[in-house]
T-cell receptor, first 112, second 114 residues
Framework: GESVGLHLPTLSVQEGDNSIINCAYS??????FIWYKQESGKGPQFIID?????DKRQGQRVTVLLNKTVKHLSLQIAATQPGDSAVYFC???????????FGKGNQVVVIP | NAGVTQTPKFRILKIGQSMTLQCTQD?????MYWYRQDPGMGLKLIYY???????DKGEVPNGYNVSRSTTEDFPLRLELAAPSQTSVYFC?????????????FGDGTRLSIL
């Protein structure tokens, strides 16, 4: 099977609890940020994005927070479900032409 | 819409062999990208294209070539396969409207070089 999740920081969370996944980005010039979810054997799936002129954006059960002062991005998942078990990547845009730079990822394991 | 489709899903190559990884998208996206993902790591950009006839290098282009003759297709070519190219390869596409847009990914090609 897919070995993407090996050696990654792992967050274990009880089903129904809220999850918070953190990401430190590197480039002050980045003006667009995305969170992706990757399940085993699948490609990254878009979850939510945020532009640098915002500090918070909400989707369905997910919220992204952006702190440009400390270059920190977080993803909050409300009422975590077993289907949320995956590797989560943040990505930033330090270059032009919509190119993304990805972080290493965080494994989320939901305990039923 | 099928989105981004990659073929093959799995492939084993011998050192020195060549192959082409296929990628096609049906969303009429002008931007397309190729990434590789090594175990426990994030994705690294190999090549990208902002439109038909235009390609450019990403972070890790050595050992690869691309072409973009149509909007829909963006094949990735390995000319002389090396063990260091064992990886999972993802193709992505995005629309560009002057501001950044999310990239949409295929499900990958898992390539082993032995």
């Amino acid at each position: 099977g897919e070995s993407v999740g090996l050696h990654l920081p792992t967050l274990s969370v009880q089903e129904g609890d809220n999850s918070i996944i953190n990401c430190a980005y590197s480039n002050s010039a980045s003006d667009y940020f995305i969170w992706y979810k990757q399940e085993s054997g699948k490609g990254p799936q878009f979850i939510i994005d945020i532009r640098s002129n915002m500090d918070k954006r909400q989707g369905q059960r997910v919220t992204v927070l952006l702190n440009k002062t400390v270059k920190h991005l977080s993803l909050q998942i409300a009422a975590t479900q077993p289907g949320d078990s995956a590797v989560y990547f943040c990505a930033e845009t330090p270059y032009g032409n919509n190119r993304l730079a990805f972080g290493k990822g965080n494994q989320v394991v939901v305990i039923p | 819409n099928a989105g981004v489709t990659q073929t093959p899903k799995f492939r084993i190559l011998k050192i020195g062999q060549s192959m082409t990884l296929q990628c096609t998208q049906d969303m009429n996206h002008n931007y397309m990208y190729w990434y590789r993902q090594d175990p426990g790591m994030g994705l690294k950009l190999i090549y990208y294209s902002v439109g038909a006839g235009i390609t450019d290098k990403g972070e890790v282009p050595n050992g690869y070539n691309v072409s973009r003759s149509t909007t829909e297709d963006f094949p990735l070519r390995l000319e002389l396969a090396a063990p260091s190219q064992t990886s999972v390869y993802f193709c992505a596409s995005s629309y560009s409207s002057g501001s950044n847009q999310p990239q949409h990914f295929g499900d990958g090609t898992r390539l082993s070089i032995l």
